[in-house]
């Protein structure tokens, strides 16, 4: 398994499990400690998948805080895992389909469904999981050398962004209990919908923010950020009109500084989210 192996990797660079874990997921979102052995079959995935529905379900529609999912059927059909869920109060859709695949031992949701009058299902909205991790493979712990290599004392683990949509590993040492069919299960806090979760880069948002109220008229934030085309346009755009392309340029300017102050989906030139 490349993620265990990526692990494992970090392991003998002398990081503790906590730190290797994080630094894991960064490439492998949906990797866990020893993960066959929490959730490797059947029943398993069908129990961890029934402990974490209420957080799941919650995560894709944040607009509905609140709301309590029940799961009326599980289906494992082939490599999926067809979960029927309600609703209370109504989403709007009832019930909905949530397609899961197995990724590194961990169900991951994929996409879920919506119900036509003659039994078939419509898809509703997809998370975009794929059944392989980004990364390219590794032969083995000792071909791959990851960026903190050298580093003699770990660096602070990066916050993980939203959506994402990947779900939490199940703790280790913690029994997973049977659910009751039709039982609603206990609500969990919600964090957004699921999504790709996106790094942490090292720029701040309060200085983007700062740089564009201030110095946008010259792109001067958007240097910052790495984004050297639009920097150079603002730039040439203020001073080759004498300042008259400063009625573009300044307002142009604030809309981006207050996204990247407010935006949780503002991006540096890198694509990675901006840090508090």
């Given at each position: ?5 990526y692990f494992?990797?970090l392991?003998?660079?002398g ?21 066959t ?7 398993n ?9 209420q957080?799941?379900a ?11 999912f029940?799961?009326?059927?599980i289906?494992?059909?082939?490599q ?24 590194n ?13 003659d039994g ?16 390219a ?12 290599v ?16 990947q779900?939490?590993?199940?703790m280790?040492?913690?029994?997973m209990q ?20 996106v ?6 948002k ?11 008229v ?13 920097g ?17 340029t300044?307002p142009?300017s ?8 407010a ?7 890198d ?5 508090d």
């Amino acid at each position: 398994m490349e993620a265990q192996a990526y692990f494992e990797n970090l392991k003998s660079q002398g990081f503790d499990d906590e730190f290797a874990q994080k630094h894991t997921r960064q490439y492998y979102p949906d990797f866990s400690l020893n993960p066959t052995a929490s959730v490797g079959n059947v029943g398993n995935h069908n129990a961890w998948i029934s402990q974490n529905f209420q957080r799941i379900a919650a995560e894709c529609y944040p607009d509905d805080e609140g709301a309590v999912f029940t799961i009326a059927d599980i289906r494992n059909n082939g490599q999926v895992i067809e979960v029927i869920a309600h609703s209370n109060p109504s989403i709007g859709y009832d019930p909905v389909r949530y397609d899961f695949i197995i990724i590194n031992g961990i169900p991951a949701l994929e996409s879920t469904s919506t119900p036509n009058p003659d039994g078939s299902w419509s898809p509703f909205f997809s998370t975009g999981v794929s059944s392989e991790p980004s990364p390219a493979p590794i032969s083995s712990p000792a071909a791959y050398a990851p960026p903190i290599v050298h580093q003699t004392h770990p660096p602070q683990a990066q916050q993980m962004g939203q959506f994402a949509a990947q779900q939490q590993p199940m703790m280790q040492g913690q029994p997973m209990q049977a659910y009751g069919q039709g039982q609603p299960v206990q609500a969990y806090g919600q964090q957004g919908m699921m999504m790709q979760q996106v790094g942490v880069g090292s720029r701040s948002k309060i200085v983007t923010f700062l740089l564009g109220f201030f110095l946008g008229v010259f792109g001067v934030h958007n240097f910052y950020l790495g984004k050297t085309g639009l920097g150079i346009t603002q730039l040439l755009l203020t001073i080759l009109t004498f300042g008259i392309g400063t009625l573009i340029t300044w307002p142009w300017s604030l809309i981006e500084s207050i996204l990247a102050l407010a935006s949780s989906n503002f991006r540096d030139g890198d694509g990675m989210a901006l840090s508090d």
